[in-house]
């Protein structure tokens, strides 16, 4: 349940890896931000199995506003960087120029919309025990993603392709999750 739910955040986290370069700093920039996006998603399942609701369901797609956000920004920075060079770091980037934690997790929560909607009833029937054991695997599953991700960006093939288009690829991925998550979950009825 746990990889079919989040087998978009493999490319997700490639490409923030590719962003952060090899250092340690941004490297767990990333998994911090990945961590609290995805205990978010945990916390709000766990607190709507339990029958108390943290979201209107009609406010879930809203979500996706997030990711959109985050890709026209990045958008507009790469805009400008290629007309203007490369013009210093902004304030809220990672420690190694990538993302901060605080955008990563922001795009796992929002990505996370469909995930909620699936933990949610195995969390109802699964029982307090049951419960727990999924969010511990779950939380297991998100270190081996966050390894997978690093690895695939950390590849030379796909380092070189993350280094020369990831400026590119993260605002257009960034973007299409956005609207994907308004569109599938109906926002604007569209």
């Known amino acids: 349940m746990f990889a079919i739910t989040n087998v978009d955040d493999i490319l997700v986290l490639a ?18 931000g990945q961590y609290a996006g ?3 998603i945990l916390a709000a399942s ?11 369901e ?3 797609p809203y979500l996706g506003l997030l990711p959109l956000v985050l890709g ?43 995930n909620i909607g ?12 049951g419960m727990t054991i999924y969010v511990a695997v779950f939380l297991l599953g998100v270190a081996v993603w966050c390894a997978a991700g690093w690895f695939f960006a950390s590849r030379p093939v796909v380092a070189r392709a993350l280094s020369r288009w990831g400026h590119v690829l993260m605002p257009i991925v960034l973007i299409g999750i956005g609207a994907l ?6 926002a604007f009825g569209l």
């Open 15 to 32: 490409l923030f890896f590719g962003e952060t370069g090899r250092g340690r700093a941004g490297v767990l920039t990333v998994v911090i």
């Open 38 to 40: 995805f205990v978010a």
């Open 46 to 56: 766990v607190v709507a199995a339990l029958g108390t609701g943290l979201l209107p």
């Open 58 to 60: 009609s406010a879930v």
């Open 72 to 114: 026209l920004r990045a958008a507009r920075t790469a805009w400008r960087e290629r007309r203007h060079g490369a013009s210093g770091e902004d304030q809220e980037e990672g420690p190694a120029g990538g993302p901060g934690a605080w955008q990563v997790a922001a795009v796992t929560l929002a990505n996370g919309g469909d």
């Open 118 to 129: 699936v933990y949610v009833p195995v969390f109802a029937v699964a029982g307090a025990g």
């Open 181 to 186: 998550i308004l569109v599938e979950g109906d």
